[in-house]
């Protein structure tokens, strides 16, 4: 239609509208015209955008996760990808990005959440954790929502941080859709059932046409990654495990370097490489043995006929234990001093400190089926470890530090799973199923900003990448690393790289600290405290600061140093200095890799 025809009765305009339409564009040049044409067109999308996004908040829903190892985002994304697939629209976001005052605009909300040390929240989820349980949090009576934990029965504080959320959102007035679903380390199956049950109840109130939902409605897209996870590990080849700690030392420490030549797998310094391991195979024998089993042994597992042997290699944990193993194993074997064990958790947490599933059945040994030993295990899962190089340096291999995991217990010697599999069972040339963990959390900053980096014994693993790759990117930041491990002589890992980085300019300041070098045994934290004044200047001029190493003791008491240090140069109280490392971390200047 000419705009000359155009009349109120052929359009939405009124006579006015139309009348001023032909006014502004009578003299108009053909690009003037087409200008005006895209002009309208951007207004008309976004307007229309604004209506959908208003329109579906009535009805949304929302998954927020977080998480320290990356778990909780992998079945955030899977729950996500299924209700997208339903015809519902989702809204993904890592609860480091979520701002809380949109809380009060959403009707369904699904949380995903791992707990973190003692009971305590992942960085991510520290901020949202924090909100909700203060006095600023809003009432969310029109708030629908469904809570599922990661954790570990091992630890005392099973899935607390989801409890936390649970009883705090019920507080705030939300309504749950299920009863909090609480995870182990072996959770497929559970979350699987979980996200069928939480769909279907979500069917009827959410399910829509949501064609092109994500570019119109405002819906975070579901974000692309390499076709290897964890359920679809590469088969990399292992190149070397060199022994970097020396003969003398009470620990053996492996550089571990690993091709992923035609993989197509890309990672970040921060990153973590998941390794899927076998248990050993004479652990397997002797466990089959001690229960009157046979290797050949038929099972089932994950629908398919397999032998038992092959089973316990390469499909369930036998060297962390758990309390669910000594209750099942207990009621198999119907020994009363096991049952009874089981139900004192406190008792049983400090029952299974030291011991492994072969410890067990030692010390109780007893008649059980292959069904019922298989029942009582947990399935394995893949171990965690902090990338060590930059792929700017190192291109299509990935390398990691590993500390073999070895302790005598009950006149036994005992080995870590995967930690005995990188260091002693694989050989050069051997595959072996990885896949890259990416870790958002752990991030380096800008090139021209400097970072401080803390790693004691093999917490230096990340920071080797970081300076990989502030070297290959010729950053202009200064970096600062804290290192320490028992003796200079047998422990100093990477020692020649750190002193060539040292020596190239790479690394503008190192502090060691070599514990059992002297008589009174000194720690990064002391070295921390003795430079507590420049770090604060390094600080507050706007340096990065990172923690990488044990999450138990060291990284507890690094924290505290920093509290010091930041006291006594910075003239703050306790609070303040508490406020001062939490600010740090809300703004992503203090990050955290610690196990």
Not at 222 to 243: D, E
Not at 525 to 531: F, G, L, M, S
Request: charged share 20%; proline share 3%; aromatic share 8%.
């Amino acid at each position: 239609m000419l705009l000359q025809q155009l009349n109120s009765l052929s359009s939405p305009l009124s006579t006015q509208q139309v009348d001023s339409l032909k006014q502004l564009t009578a003299n108009a040049s053909a690009v003037e015209l087409s200008w005006i044409s895209g002009y309208l067109a951007g207004i008309s999308q976004a307007t229309l955008g604004a209506v959908a996004v208003q329109a579906s908040s009535n009805a949304s829903l929302t998954v927020l996760y977080a998480s320290q190892t990356g778990n909780a985002k992998g079945v955030a994304t899977q729950v996500a990808a299924a209700a997208k697939e339903q015809g519902i629209e989702v809204n993904l976001v890592s609860m480091s990005a979520y701002k809380t005052k949109l809380l009060k605009q959403e009707t369904h909300l699904l949380v995903v959440v791992s707990t973190h040390g003692e009971g305590e929240p992942p960085d991510d989820a520290i901020a949202l954790h924090g909100f909700l349980g203060s006095k600023r949090a809003s009432k969310l009576e029109s708030l629908e929502f469904a809570v599922l934990g990661l954790g570990d029965t091992s630890y005392e504080f099973y899935c607390q941080t989801a409890m936390d959320f649970d009883e705090r959102l019920i507080a705030l007035g939300a309504k749950p859709m299920l009863a909090r679903q609480d995870c182990d380390v072996d959770y497929d199956d559970d979350v699987l059932a979980w996200q069928q049950q939480i769909l279907t109840v979500l069917a009827d109130t959410l399910t829509q046409d949501n064609t092109n939902a994500a570019s119109n409605h405002g819906v975070s897209p579901m974000v692309a990654s390499s076709q290897y996870n964890k359920k679809n590990p590469y088969g990399a080849t292992l190149l070397a495990s060199q022994k970097i700690t020396s003969r003398q030392s009470s620990r053996d420490v492996r550089h571990v370097e690993i091709s992923l030549e035609d993989s197509g797998i890309s990672y970040q310094p921060g990153d973590a490489l998941g390794v899927w391991f076998d248990n050993d195979l004479a652990l397997v024998k002797e466990l089959i043995e001690l229960t009157h089993l046979s290797e050949e042994q038929s099972v089932s597992f994950n629908e398919q006929q397999i032998s038992l042997s092959e089973a316990l290699v390469k499909h369930y944990e036998l060297t962390q234990l758990h309390p669910g193993f000594v209750a099942a194993y207990g009621a198999a074997i119907e020994n009363n001093e096991l049952i009874a064990l089981s139900e004192d958790k406190s008792a049983v947490r400090e029952f299974i400190k030291d011991r492994q599933v072969i410890d067990v059945v030692r010390q109780y040994p007893g008649a059980i089926t292959s069904e019922l030993l298989i029942g009582a295990l947990r399935k394995l899962t893949p171990r965690l470890y902090s990338i060590a190089s930059s792929q700017s340096e190192v291109e299509d291999e990935v390398h990691l530090t590993v500390a073999l995991v070895e302790y005598d217990a009950f006149d036994e010697k005992h080995q870590g799973g995967a930690s005995s599999y990188l260091s002693r069972r694989l050989e050069e040339g051997d595959t072996l199923r990885v896949y890259v963990e990416p870790n958002d959390n752990f991030r380096l900053p800008a090139p021209d900003k400097a970072v401080i980096m803390i790693g004691p014994g093999t917490g230096i693993a990340p920071f080797r990448a970081f300076l990989q790759q502030r070297e290959n990117d010729g950053a202009s930041g200064q970096n600062w690393l804290f290192f320490g491990n028992q003796h200079f002589t047998d422990d100093f890992l990477y020692q020649t790289e750190l002193q060539d980085f040292k020596d190239n300019g790479v690394l503008n300041r190192i502090d060691l600290a070599f514990s059992r070098d002297q008589e009174h045994k000194i720690y990064v934290q002391d070295r921390i405290r003795e430079q507590g004044q420049e770090l604060l200047s390094w600080l507050d001029g706007g340096a990065s600061l990172y923690i990488c190493g044990d999450g138990n003791a060291m990284a507890k008491d690094v924290e505290q140093a920093l509290i010091d240090v930041i006291c006594q140069h910075g003239n703050k109280s306790t609070e303040q200095a508490q406020q001062y490392l939490t600010d740090l971390h809300s703004n992503k200047r203090f990050q955290k890799d610690v196990y």
